[in-house]
């Protein structure tokens, strides 16, 4: 490969993601630490609020450009989004950062469920063999004896409204609005995590290593992510880049085990591995013109 190529815009797109994606891996583990001294809606509050604020300071006028539908319709994907994160958090709680962070790779199985549940799209064979290869995989990851822990059932809810929001962008979202959209999502999310966090405490950080958790999520994880993200699939085609993004939960695993003490133990392998490629069945199959169209804003 000649050093033109590797300059190229989808060279240097498709490095950048995957080092959003390792950001986004390494969050699991962080967020894990976080929440034992914090409280996981104080924790969401602060994060996304910091995040909004950072993006909001930097495009000001990008929210009053969207419009009134366009403001309602960042209202619903920001709901759709701050129950994927309380419900992520909480189960971080309960389960190790490596289980987590492949069933939270479980919206890129879900996703076309959705679409074709919700905008009755058809549903291709490619995709129901990921569903099914993945359930196997989750039923590896999650069950103990013959029922799931509580903790992975949550976040199993946490997987489902990623993808329903990755639905609703696909639909709602254009590039000339993406930026003011995700500002009122942000917003939503910390909106709804500080009104349930209010009553018991809505305290900040109580140390400085958890500022640097809260910091870390809100301006490496979300904003600045955010940004990589949009100017690298600005330069590669969706699948390309829907593909790069499964090293999401590859990374959450290497950062689980490397430093969050989780155990590696076969069966987490094997289930691992086919919830991987139930992800890449479902986004290297066939797909109709409007799937393609379909983005993730991210974590």
Same mark, same amino acid.
């Given at each position: 490969m000649?050093?033109?190529?590797?300059?190229?815009?989808e060279?240097?797109g498709?490095?950048?993601?995957?080092?959003?994606t390792?950001?986004?891996?390494?969050?699991?583990?962080v967020?894990?630490?976080?929440?034992?001294?914090?409280?996981?809606m104080?924790?969401?509050?602060?994060?996304?609020?910091l995040?909004?604020?950072?993006?909001?300071?930097l495009?000001p006028g990008?929210?009053?450009? &969207?419009? +009134?539908?366009?403001?309602q319709?960042?209202?619903? *994907? /920001?709901l759709?989004? @701050?129950a %994927?994160?309380? #419900?992520?958090?909480?189960?971080?709680?309960?389960?190790?950062?490596?289980?987590?962070?492949?069933?939270?790779?479980?919206?890129?199985?879900?996703?076309?469920?959705c679409?074709?549940? &919700?905008? +009755?799209?058809r549903?291709?064979?490619?995709?129901? *063999? /990921?569903v099914t290869? @993945?359930t %196997?995989?989750? #039923?590896l990851?999650?069950l103990?004896g013959l029922?799931?822990?509580r903790g992975?059932?949550?976040?199993?809810?946490?997987?489902l409204?990623?993808?329903?929001?990755?639905?609703g962008?696909?639909?709602?979202?254009?590039?000339?609005?993406?930026y003011?959209l995700?500002?009122?999502q942000?917003?939503?999310?910390?909106?709804?995590?500080?009104?349930?966090?209010?009553?018991?405490?809505?305290s900040?950080?109580?140390d400085a290593?958890?500022?640097?958790a809260?910091?870390?999520?809100a301006l490496?994880?979300t904003?600045?992510?955010?940004?990589v993200?949009?100017w690298?699939?600005a330069?590669?085609?969706?699948t390309?880049?829907?593909?790069?993004?499964?090293?999401?939960?590859?990374?959450?695993?290497?950062?689980?085990v490397?430093f969050?003490?989780?155990?590696?133990?076969?069966?987490?392998v094997?289930?691992a591995?086919?919830?991987?490629?139930?992800?890449f069945?479902?986004?290297?199959g066939?797909?109709?013109a409007a799937?393609?169209?379909i983005e993730?804003?991210?974590?």
């Amino acid at each position: 490969m000649n050093a033109a190529r590797l300059r190229s815009p989808e060279a240097v797109g498709t490095v950048a993601l995957v080092g959003v994606t390792a950001v986004w891996g390494s969050t699991f583990v962080v967020v894990k630490d976080a929440v034992e001294r914090m409280p996981v809606m104080d924790f969401l509050a602060w994060r996304f609020a910091l995040a909004a604020v950072a993006m909001a300071v930097l495009r000001p006028g990008a929210v009053a450009a &969207l419009g +009134r539908e366009g403001r309602q319709h960042g209202v619903v *994907l /920001g709901l759709a989004l @701050a129950a %994927g994160y309380v #419900a992520q958090t909480f189960g971080l709680k309960r389960t190790p950062a490596t289980v987590s962070g492949f069933i939270t790779g479980l919206f890129v199985v879900f996703t076309p469920l959705c679409a074709g549940l &919700l905008l +009755r799209k058809r549903i291709d064979l490619m995709s129901w *063999l /990921g569903v099914t290869i @993945a359930t %196997g995989g989750l #039923a590896l990851l999650s069950l103990h004896g013959l029922s799931v822990g509580r903790g992975e059932a949550i976040t199993l809810l946490c997987a489902l409204s990623f993808a329903l929001h990755i639905v609703g962008l696909g639909e709602w979202s254009r590039s000339k609005d993406a930026y003011g959209l995700a500002v009122v999502q942000l917003v939503t999310v910390a909106v709804v995590s500080a009104v349930a966090a209010a009553p018991d405490s809505l305290s900040p950080p109580p140390d400085a290593e958890v500022w640097g958790a809260v910091l870390l999520t809100a301006l490496a994880a979300t904003a600045v992510g955010f940004f990589v993200q949009t100017w690298a699939q600005a330069h590669l085609a969706p699948t390309r880049a829907a593909v790069v993004m499964t090293m999401e939960p590859v990374f959450a695993g290497i950062f689980g085990v490397t430093f969050g003490g989780d155990d590696l133990t076969n069966r987490v392998v094997v289930g691992a591995l086919l919830v991987l490629a139930a992800m890449f069945l479902v986004e290297l199959g066939p797909r109709r013109a409007a799937d393609a169209q379909i983005e993730r804003l991210e974590t």
